[in-house]
């Protein structure tokens, strides 16, 4: 659920960014560009305690979406600065002919932008997806119910401290991909293909 739910939201929030910074044009596209790429290159280990005391005061701690808000900003700043330098160079010739069409920008984005782009938004989306399933760290440092705990966490209780059940781990560790799997295998057309594949035609 909240690998799921921060690959749709994350590349939500990807696609609008992007589409005002790369398409919209708005005013400093450039240094807000650089900001989304910095965004990337902070550690984990700095966002800990400010998160923690914010979800603490929100009432946020222990739930699911505690790690979903994080996630989703943590991601979608990757995907706005990987889309706001491909819809920087978006076909203006499509845009255009939406506009001769009536199109409003919220219906460009819609009906023209996001479909030509679904290749790309699939790799996002499959990215994110696998990244949030595997993360460690934040979940570790929010997650602390027993039934509020994602895979890895629970994967770590099953190593003891002196014994450890190798069979069980083992198990659950293949159990643990299979998500992984699936998802891929259901965006996997898509992933290959061309981001204005016929679009121009």
Known sequence: FISAMVAIL?????VLNAFAIGIGR???RTWLTLLFLMANLLPQEMLVYPLF???DKAHLLSTPWSVILTFTVIQGAFGTYLLASLYGTFPKEI???AALDGASRWRALRSVVVPVSRPTLSVLMVFFFI????EFLLPLSFLNK???????????QLSGERQTDVTTLIAATLLSVIPTIIFFLIFQRTLTRGITAGAVK
């Not at 990244?131 to 595997?134: A, D, F, K, L, Q």
């Not at 027993?146 to 966490?153: E, I, R």
């Open 10 to 14: 994350g590349v939500v929030v990807s």
């Open 26 to 28: 708005v005013k400093g």
């Open 53 to 55: 005391t914010f979800f």
């Open 95 to 97: 845009l255009e002919a």
């Open 131 to 134: 990244w949030t399933w595997n």
């Open 146 to 156: 027993d039934q509020s705990l994602t895979v890895p966490l629970v994967l770590e």
